[in-house]
């Protein structure tokens, strides 16, 4: 039987030669999340876009697997001794990209994350007592029913629990090891050009995060986007981030 | 660092195509290159009232109603231009302290309107008139193309293959249209009477108003309809086993005229009406202005590059469509539209949409040498401010020695 992680990720590949442009979708999506973007870059070197494990048609890691074993699996898609890659991720697409280029520097040439997570938002007093509170109910809840055999977890998830969390199923572990880790050691690692693109109007990863990306990573280039939110960055964003993304890979080039 | 150019991309309008146009128009800023350019949005709502504001790239704000005007300021066009140097915008808002006033300066103006009063050449005129640099067809072009009958008049004087036609004037106010005559008219322009026939209006695009008449009957009810959207009616014989191809042609670099992928539509319906052609996958009632842009002339199924293409049929669709581009002095992204029978393979060239749904862009990004809407905005502006330089050159009285008053 084929090791989890070295199964192949199911991927759409096209072009040829250099640059080599990897994928990486956002939680949630597949391979089609870059469909309109991906496509602007047609006659530009070879791209990969990848169904991330759990999502579209590649399998699953194994139950629990973290940003880090997402970006171990990578490794094992790719040629160790070819050209290093230029990796765009979106959302948690870039988790993966910060935590593979923190740990195969000579794998990567540039990344660019879209809307990218990985660092906790700065919350108020009031959320995080709500969070808090949110927190121990949803123990209680756990603990109940270990007790008693209740079912009030499951009404706590219905109640509380975000649209993510509950469409997770088995990935559900991974999904909450993502929420609450902390990329800032891996990004302070990252010895690449960063680009990194955030939309005005995103509520879940606000450019706040992005321009934290751009004090911790040694060189970085931070855009807003006027206007944009998290997904409809992809889609009606699509040209924007291709102006932003060319320009970056023109002055990568150029030195 | 070089200031950027504010572009100033007019859509919505007092057309028919209202709606798509909006599409076309917040699409055309999205592709915006953001190095050298600025978007600055301006809604032309149904009553012809100008708007701008930041709430308008969101296409949640459509329909706009007198609520959602609150978050918009509302502006008219300077014609004034060379007063105050250069094109401007005046602004007015309505404040504690009475009408407070503003000015909006801008570089050019893109029109991203379709249909009458936009893609007709009247916006174009008046923006010459003013001396404003503008995107696009000239005046000259975008009302010869507007206009189905002139149109082909221009084709066939240059032997580009049309559909025999029948032109008829909307009948004086209270008069119906008489069946006797218009049996009459179809002996002269056909032969005989061979049904079934298209009617469409003279000046409309976005196939509003076309309709199939299988017997004089329905010939009349296809007329009147017609006739509530225009005052001349075009009657064609319908082409059998029909299908439909489309191209977008542009002046490429090298000052040639240049044309895109071919597309042909796919549908079920007899005709492409305007149902099919911009509420494919939505629901009928109202044009989706929810998504990406996957939307507009973009979301409607089609086949590009289709293989069941001759070479000779590709050459003819190609070169007929440069043709009338350089016949009709034509700019900007244009889409010209043929029709096929596809038992026969004939083709015939059908109309010319000198402002085409999304600027034709998917057909450009499909093209041999693909060109992204990205690009394709920054070829069309720079276009744009280079036909309006050359025209504007020196036009004061004193220049042509025509002054009659004396200078003191």
Redo the contacts between chains.
């Keep these: 039987m084929i090791q989890p992680s070295h199964q192949r990720w199911h991927s759409q590949d096209t072009g040829a030669g250099s640059p080599s442009m990897l994928w990486l979708h956002g939680w949630g999506h597949d391979l089609q999340a870059f469909k309109?973007i991906a496509?602007?870059f047609?006659?530009i070197g070879r791209h990969r876009v990848f169904d991330l494990p759990g999502f579209g048609k590649t399998p699953m890691l194994f139950e629990g697997a973290s940003s880090m074993d997402y970006a171990e699996a990578l490794a094992k898609q790719l040629d160790s001794d070819g050209e290093p890659h230029i990796i765009v991720g979106h959302s948690y697409g870039s988790r993966v990209a910060i935590q593979f280029a923190a740990r195969y520097p000579e794998m990567v040439k540039a990344i660019i994350l879209i809307s990218g997570a990985g660092l906790p938002r700065r919350r108020s007093i009031f959320f995080k007592a709500r969070a808090f509170a949110l927190k121990m109910m949803g123990r209680a809840a756990r603990l109940l029913d270990r007790l008693f055999k209740t079912q009030f977890r499951q009404a706590y998830i219905t109640r509380f629990g975000s649209a993510d969390y509950k469409a997770a199923g088995p990935l559900r572990a991974t999904l909450v090891s993502a929420v609450t880790e902390n990329l800032s050691s891996q990004a302070k690692q990252v010895k690449c050009p960063v680009l990194l693109i955030y939309g005005s109007a995103d509520m879940e990863t606000p450019i706040e995060v992005g321009l934290r990306y751009e004090q911790l990573i040694p060189i970085a280039r931070f855009v807003e986007l006027?206007?944009y939110d998290h997904h409809?960055i992809?889609?009606?964003?699509?040209?924007?981030c291709?102006?932003?993304i060319k320009?970056f890979l023109r002055d990568i080039e150029n030195g | 660092m070089t200031t950027k150019k504010v572009i100033a991309v007019v859509f919505g309008g007092r057309s028919v195509e209202h709606d798509v146009s909006v599409l076309t128009g917040l699409q055309f800023i999205e592709a915006l290159d953001p190095s050298r350019y600025e978007g600055l949005p301006v809604y032309v709502d149904p009553l012809g009232q100008w708007w701008t504001g930041e709430a308008l790239v969101k296409r949640s704000l459509y329909p706009v109603d007198s609520v959602k005007q609150k978050k918009l300021t509302q502006l008219t066009l300077d014609l004034a231009a060379p007063a105050n140097n250069g094109p401007r915008f005046l602004t007015f808002q309505k404040g504690l302290m009475g009408e407070k006033r503003g000015e909006i300066y801008f570089d050019l103006i893109v029109p991203a309107l379709h249909g009458s009063n936009g893609e007709d050449g009247t916006l174009q005129g008046l923006l010459e008139f003013a001396g404003i640099p503008y995107a696009g067809c000239r005046t000259l072009g975008a009302a010869a193309t507007m206009n189905k009958v002139f149109a082909k008049k221009i084709a066939r004087s240059d032997d580009i293959k049309v559909l025999p036609d029948l032109v008829l004037k909307r009948p004086e106010t209270g008069k119906f249209v008489d069946p006797e005559s218009l049996e009459a008219a179809l002996t002269d322009a056909f032969g005989a009477a061979n049904y079934p026939y298209i009617v469409k209006p003279c000046n409309l695009g976005s196939s509003i108003g076309v309709s199939k008449a299988v017997d004089l009957d329905a010939l009349v009810a296809a007329l009147m309809t017609v006739f509530r959207l225009d005052s001349e009616a075009l009657i064609e014989p319908f082409v059998a086993n029909l299908c439909e191809y489309n191209i977008a042609v542009r002046r490429g670099e090298s000052g040639r005229a240049v044309s895109s992928a071919i597309e042909r539509p796919l549908r079920d319906t007899d005709l492409l009406d305007f149902k099919t052609k911009y509420l494919a996958g939505g629901k009928a009632g109202g044009p989706k202005l929810k998504s990406g842009p996957s939307e507009g002339m973009v979301s409607l199924n089609r086949s590009l590059n289709p293989a069941e293409l001759s070479d000779s049929q590709e050459r003819f669709i190609r070169s007929s469509a440069e043709q009338l581009f350089e016949l009709t002095s034509l700019a900007g992204s244009v889409r010209v539209d043929f029709l096929c029978d596809s038992k026969t393979g004939e083709l015939w060239l059908n109309e010319v949409n000198s402002i085409p749904g999304s600027f034709a862009y998917f057909l450009w990004e499909a093209a041999a040498t693909p060109l992204s809407f990205l690009a394709l905005t920054s070829l069309i502006i720079e276009e744009g401010f280079a036909l309006s330089t050359a025209r504007l050159g020196a036009t004061d009285t004193a220049s042509g020695g025509a002054n009659l008053f004396a200078q003191a």
Excluded at chain 1, 234 to 240: E, F, H, K, N
Aim: hydrophobic share 25%; proline share 0%; aromatic share 6%.
């Design positions: 309109r496509d602007l047609n006659g006027k206007g409809d992809l889609a009606r964003g699509a040209y924007q291709e102006a932003q320009s």
